[in-house]
C-alpha cells in the first residue's frame, strides 16, 4: 500500500484466533475518527474486515496452528482499503485470480466482501494469503 501526504496509515497484528477480530473492527473505528466516514459505510467496511479475518483464522491455521493475521489500514480523502495477509498454506486460485474452491470450503465470506466493497483482489502462493478490498468514500 502507498501513502500519500493525506493518506493515513494503521497497521496491526493479531494473533489468529477469532476473538481478536473485534481488535481489528475497534482499530477501523478509530482510523475512521480520523476522516469521518458514514456509518453505514463504516458498517460495510467493518463486516468485510471481519469475514477476511475470519477466513484467514478458518482456513489458514487449521488443525489448531497459531499464527499471524497481519492487518494494514489506509484511509485517505476519497477511500478506505483494508489488506488482510496471513502465513497459512494458501489456496489455489484460477487463471483470475479467484479461489477455485471458494463454496467448498462451506463460506460465503469472500461473496460478502465483494458485495460490500468497490474492489476486492486476491492473491495466494502457497506460503500464505493476502486479501485486499477497497471502499469508496465518496
Do not use: W
Amino acid at each position: 500500500m502507498s501513502a500519500g501526504p493525506e493518506t493515513h496509515l494503521v497497521s496491526l497484528s493479531i494473533p489468529a484466533k477469532p476473538e481478536y477480530i473485534a481488535l481489528g473492527r475497534l482499530t477501523l473505528a478509530g482510523l475512521a475518527q480520523v476522516r469521518p466516514v458514514d456509518a453505514d459505510t463504516l458498517a460495510d467496511v467493518k463486516l468485510a474486515l471481519t469475514e477476511a479475518c475470519s477466513n484467514s483464522i478458518r482456513h489458514a491455521y487449521r488443525e489448531g496452528r497459531s499464527g499471524l493475521v497481519d492487518i494494514v489500514f489506509e484511509l485517505n480523502g476519497s477511500r478506505v482499503a483494508v489488506e488482510v495477509t496471513d502465513g497459512g498454506s494458501g489456496f489455489d486460485v484460477d487463471a483470475t485470480g479467484e479461489p477455485t474452491d471458494e463454496l467448498d470450503e462451506g463460506g460465503l465470506g469472500l461473496a460478502i466482501i465483494r458485495a460490500v466493497t468497490d474492489e476486492l483482489a486476491i492473491e495466494s502462493d502457497g506460503a500464505g494469503s493476502r486479501l485486499r478490498f477497497v471502499k469508496y468514500l465518496e
